[in-house]
């Protein structure tokens, strides 16, 4: 992922190409981003944020604003900064908002990293570790933002993609409060024999309210036979029922919205439902 070539551990990605850099054939480098390196001290593993600042961030300095985490970085990352800003071109459709990425642990390939930290349960030695993950981020990578950037506590949005929805959901149903905002795109409800349904109703039995903005999206060809890719699992019809689950509990402070996008499979969904997802978690203010 560009953003991440430019900078050490610990340090701020200035982010600037030279005509003599680029002419060497240096890396592209994503401007206007910072890297971090915010490691995990109960694993032992390094992961590294990326961060992109609003436009007005430098002229507003008494300013605090939301910030939207996105799981798998290292292509959600440039693809959400490069929405956020051409949406606003002829005038402001989405808020401004903090982005931050989060990237896979080190010296692991992104499958292996996220198979591990997304999931909810063990089902073999390469899954379930989505409970210690989540804890991580309420450790370390949301208190690290939030000691460095001018960013609302009250405010936070979490976005993750396949196995990065289930990782959300999974949040939503044990701290829903770490979060203001979820965005659920196209998630692995399939995952673990469906365990996420029944960590649903688990938590329906004992709790009367789900305090949380909850925006879903899904392809319309993501289920088996829709001759797109070859997938064993009706996600379009799981995603219909876990919305039907969560609106059949009346939760007061339950906002929910969910999409079926046309023409989209599992892998060309994400940048379009990116775009809606934000227009609808956070839209401009008058």
Known sequence: ?????????????????????????????????????????????????????????????????????VTDADYAFPIIRQIARRVNLDGPVIEEFILVGLSYAAGESGMSSRTRDYTPVRINDRTGGGVAYQAYLKTQALPFIEDRFRADPARRILLGHSYGGLLGAQILFSEPELFDGYILGSPSFWFGDYAMMRTETEYARAHTDLPARVHMYIGEHEFPGSGRLNTRYDMVGDNVRFEQRLRSRNYRSLTLTSEVLDDEDHLTVAPSGFTRALKAVLPARP
């Open 1 to 69: 992922m560009a953003a991440s070539l430019a900078a050490g551990c610990g340090q701020r990605a200035d982010a600037q190409t030279t005509a003599e850099s680029a002419a060497g054939g240096a890396p592209y480098v994503l401007k206007g981003t910072q890297v971090w390196s915010v490691p995990d001290p109960v694993s032992g593993r390094d992961y590294e944020v990326f961060v992109s600042l609003p436009a007005s961030y430098d002229t507003e300095p008494n300013r605090r604003y939301p910030v939207l985490y």
